[in-house]
């Protein structure tokens, strides 16, 4: 039997400013933006090449108000990441090499944490 992650939801306080940022600034594809009713707004965001995509809005209380998610994301090239958020004009920090892999950081204008990881095989000698 497989488990397949497909849907994080993210608690944002502006459904419009996070559209534009998840899918203007940082590029992403805005698959779904649908306003059922006043009380009711469902947005998908899928990063590329995810098989698993975010989603918020208005009145689907998947997450508290004001609570905030910590994703983490495997990419190819960690520099090339980093190179693709500030060219676009996201805030983040530089590449963190560790042990286990090269990481970028970022956040969403609601505290939304990301980390963008290079996995890195370590080469073993002796």
């Not at 944002?12 to 940082?26: A, L, N, W």
């Not at 992403?28 to 009380?39: F, G, I, K, L, N």
């Not at 098989?51 to 990419?75: L, R």
Request: hydrophobic share 40%; proline share 6%; aromatic share 10%.
């Amino acid at each position: 039997m497989d488990f397949k992650i497909e849907l994080i939801p993210l608690a944002v306080s502006d459904v419009d400013r996070s559209v534009r940022f998840y899918g203007e600034t940082i590029g992403w594809s805005v698959d779904h933006d649908r306003t059922v009713s006043p009380e009711l707004r469902f947005v998908q965001v899928t990063p590329p090449g995810s098989a698993c995509s975010i989603c918020f809005g208005t009145g689907i209380d998947m997450m508290p108000t004001g609570s905030s998610q910590y994703i983490q994301v495997v990419v190819e090239d960690a520099d090339a990441a980093l190179a693709h958020l500030q060219e676009r004009g996201v805030e983040c920090q530089g590449v963190e090499d560790l042990p286990w892999g090269r990481f970028v950081y970022f956040a969403d204008p609601d505290g939304n944490r990301w980390a963008l990881q290079q996995i890195v095989i370590p080469s073993f000698t002796g």
